[in-house]
C-alpha cells in the first residue's frame, strides 16, 4: 500500500466517519473508535471505500478491527486490491 | 438442544424441579405483587446453579452454553421472572469467564462467585443513550489514591437490589468519547444503588427492575481486560439474545402446553364433537415450531462460528444472524402466546384457571422492548448495506 491509497482513505474518512476532530491530526495506527466513529459511520465508511478503490470487502472482513485505524484499512485494501487476490467475496460463510 | 455431558444433564435435571417444584408454585404471586422471586432463586444457589457456567478449572460446573440455554428454557416455562434472572446472571457469569483473559482479580472472583453463589445484575443501560448499549456517558473517574468511582443515571437495572454484584458498562476516563468503552464489576459494598422509581409493569414483573442512580468505588483490576467491542460482540449481545430467546421460548412453550391441555379437556368430554378451535391450536404448533427452530439453530451457529474462529463472531454478518434470532423470537413468541389465548378463550384470559395465559403474553411483550425491536431493525438497515450474506 502506497502513501496514495493512504491518502485516499484519508479523504475517504474526512467525508464520511464523522469524527469530532480532524482526521489529520491521527496517526495511521490511532484508533478511530475511540477518537469517536460511531458504528452507524463506519458501514458508510465502508461503503464508500468499496467505492473509491473498487473493492468489496468480504463477510470475513466486515469486522470492526479492520476499519479501526488508517493502516488497518490500508492494510484490507491492499489485501484485496493485491496480485495475490483473495479467495471470493462472502468467505465468512 | 443436546446435552451430552453427564454433570450437564443432572444439572438440566435439577433445574428442571427446581422450576417444576418452586418457581411455577409461586409464579402467580410472583407476578401479581411484583416481587422477586426469592423462594426460586435461594434453590438454584442451594443446587450451585448460579456457578453452572463458571469454568471447572475455577470451581464451577463448566457447563455448556446448550446447558444453560436448557436451564433458561425449562425454567421460562414456569416462572418467566425466575427464568430471566437466571438468563442474565448467566450471560454475565459467561461474558467474564469468556473475557478474562488470565486476569487475576477476575479469577479469584469466579472462584468467590461459586463458593458463595453470588449473584451478578448488569447496569448498562442508561438515561440519555436512547437505549444504545454501546455508548456509555458515565465515566470511570480516576479518584487519585488508585481507586475508580463512577456515578451512573440507569433507567433500568433488573433485580438490581436483589444482587450482589454489579457490571456496569462505562466510559473508560472522563475525557473518553461515548464509544470508548470498558466494563466494571463492582461489588456488593462498593456500590450504592439509590432508587429512582418503582417497578410496576405489564410483565416480567418478578425481575423488579426500577431505575436507580448508581455510585461506586472500586480497584482498578475489577475493569475487565479485554477490548470492549470484542466483550460485545463475542459474548454480551449473542448470548444475551440467545438466552433471553430460550426463555422466551419456554414461555411460548407453556402458553401453547397449556392451550393443548385445555382443547384435550374439551374433547375429552365430548368425544367425536368437532372442536374448531383444534384447527386454530395447529396453526399456533405451526409458529412454535419455527421459533423453536430458529432458537436452536442460533445456538448452533453461535457453538460453531465460537469453535472454529471466535473472530468471525465480530463479523457484521454474525451481529446481522443473532439480532435476526433477537427480533424472531421477541415477534413470535407473543404471537404463539395471543394464539394461545384465542384457542383457550375466556378460560385463558381469567387469571385464576389452570389454563390462564394472561401472564405468559404479558411477560412475552417485553421481549420486543428489551432492546428495542425497531432500534435493532434500524442497525440492521445499516449493516445490510454492506453486508454481503443475509
Keep these: ?93 | 438442544m443436546s446435552v451430552p455431558v453427564d454433570s450437564d444433564r443432572v444439572l438440566v435435571e435439577t433445574v428442571r424441579r427446581i422450576a417444576d417444584d418452586v418457581a411455577a408454585a409461586a409464579a402467580d404471586d410472583v407476578d401479581r405483587n411484583a416481587r422477586f422471586p426469592s423462594e426460586a432463586l435461594e434453590a438454584l444457589r442451594g443446587a450451585g446453579a448460579l456457578s453452572a457456567a463458571v469454568p471447572a478449572a475455577l470451581g464451577g460446573d463448566g457447563a455448556s452454553l446448550e446447558t444453560v440455554a436448557r436451564c433458561c428454557f425449562e425454567l421460562g416455562r414456569r416462572c418467566s421472572a425466575t427464568a430471566m434472572v437466571f438468563a442474565m446472571h448467566q450471560i454475565q457469569v459467561l461474558t467474564i469467564a469468556r473475557h478474562l483473559d488470565g486476569a487475576p482479580w477476575f479469577e479469584a472472583y469466579l472462584r468467590e462467585l461459586h463458593e458463595e453463589q453470588r449473584l451478578i445484575a448488569s447496569v448498562t443501560s442508561e438515561v440519555g443513550t436512547g437505549g444504545d448499549m454501546s455508548r456509555s456517558i458515565a465515566a470511570a473517574t480516576p479518584e487519585g489514591d488508585g481507586e475508580l468511582s463512577f456515578e451512573k443515571q440507569a433507567p433500568t437495572v433488573s433485580y438490581g437490589l436483589h444482587a450482589d454484584d454489579l457490571l456496569t458498562t462505562l466510559r473508560r476516563t472522563p475525557d473518553a468519547e461515548a464509544g470508548d468503552q470498558i466494563l466494571a464489576l463492582t461489588k456488593s459494598g462498593q456500590a450504592e444503588l439509590e432508587p429512582a422509581g418503582v417497578w410496576d409493569t405489564l410483565g416480567m414483573r418478578g425481575t423488579c427492575s426500577p431505575g436507580f442512580v448508581v455510585r461506586a468505588r472500586f480497584a482498578s483490576e475489577q475493569v475487565l481486560p479485554a477490548p470492549f467491542a470484542e466483550v460485545m460482540n463475542q459474548s454480551m449481545v449473542p448470548l444475551s439474545h440467545i438466552l433471553w430467546s430460550h426463555v422466551w421460548l419456554g414461555i411460548a412453550s407453556d402458553a401453547f402446553e397449556r392451550a393443548r391441555a385445555f382443547l384435550r379437556a374439551s374433547a375429552r368430554r365430548r368425544p367425536g364433537e368437532p372442536l374448531p378451535a383444534a384447527a386454530r391450536l395447529s396453526h399456533v404448533m405451526a409458529e412454535l415450531t419455527l421459533l423453536r427452530g430458529e432458537v436452536s439453530q442460533a445456538l448452533h451457529d453461535f457453538h460453531t462460528d465460537d469453535a472454529d474462529d471466535r473472530s468471525r463472531l465480530m463479523t457484521m454478518a454474525s451481529v446481522l444472524r443473532f439480532n435476526n434470532l433477537k427480533l424472531a423470537a421477541s415477534e413470535h413468541a407473543p404471537s404463539v402466546c395471543a394464539g394461545a389465548l384465542e384457542v383457550v378463550g375466556i378460560v385463558g384470559y381469567r387469571n385464576d384457571t389452570p389454563h390462564s395465559v394472561g401472564r405468559h403474553l404479558r411477560d412475552a411483550l417485553s421481549a420486543r422492548l428489551m432492546v428495542a425491536n425497531e432500534r435493532l431493525h434500524a442497525t440492521d438497515a445499516a449493516l445490510l448495506l454492506i453486508a454481503k450474506e443475509p
Design chain 1, 1 to 93: 500500500m502506497n502513501g496514495d491509497s493512504r491518502t485516499v482513505i484519508r479523504s475517504v474518512l474526512r467525508e464520511h466517519a464523522r469524527l469530532p476532530v480532524d482526521v489529520d491530526t491521527l496517526g495511521d495506527d490511532a484508533d478511530l473508535f475511540a477518537a469517536g466513529m460511531t458504528s452507524h459511520a463506519s458501514v458508510n465508511l465502508m461503503l464508500a471505500l468499496e467505492d473509491a478503490f473498487d473493492v468489496e470487502f468480504p463477510d470475513r472482513m466486515l469486522t470492526r478491527g479492520v476499519f479501526d485505524s488508517v493502516s488497518s484499512i490500508a492494510a484490507a485494501i491492499d489485501e484485496l486490491s493485491g496480485d495475490g487476490e483473495p479467495s471470493t467475496a462472502g468467505g465468512a460463510g
